[in-house]
């Protein structure tokens, strides 16, 4: 019990520290194409294979008890760091839906309210998944699942293309795709 409190304690402490951090950057005002540039690519796919319940009753069902476990914490180790990168992502996004935002233009000034409150979901969202999977990471039997990010993921950097082919219509330049 005393455990269980202090991992949820933890988890609570990580998660309003990351959004809090989230917020300081999304304060930055670097150039549009310097955001851009820090994007992490996150391999889907792979991301998608390590979070697979399937793919884990396979070993589970294949594996000694104690080789799963070793590889199940390889695998969650591996989830982390692709939430990393997602959250990293978000936060990027989270800058680029602020400056959308103030734009001139209705439209993209939506788009970019729209992007920022996605970012800010998907942030939060994939920090919830980390803390899970480091609950998962001390109990490998444990059934938690970090689900839906992949799908949140991918909707919010459709977004964020759309919002920069809006912006290099208005501008009559190219931009990055996010």
Known sequence: MII??????AAVLALIFFVLRGFGAARGSLAIEELT?????VDLDAF????EPSEEDFLRAALPAREFRAIQRERLRAAVDYLG???HNASILLQL??????????????AGRR???????????SIMAICKLGVR????EAG????GVIDRYQQLTSAAAQLGRMRTSEKGTLSRAV
Do not use: W
């Open 4 to 9: 269980t409190a202090i991992v949820i304690a």
């Open 37 to 41: 540039q820090q994007i992490r690519p």
């Open 48 to 51: 998608r294979n390590l979070t």
């Open 85 to 87: 990168g997602v959250s």
């Open 97 to 110: 839906g602020q400056a959308a935002q103030r734009s001139p233009d209705e439209p993209i000034a939506e």
């Open 115 to 125: 992007l920022l409150g996605d970012a800010l979901r998907l942030r939060i969202y």
């Open 137 to 140: 990471y001390a109990f490998p």
């Open 144 to 147: 938690l699942r970090s689900g």
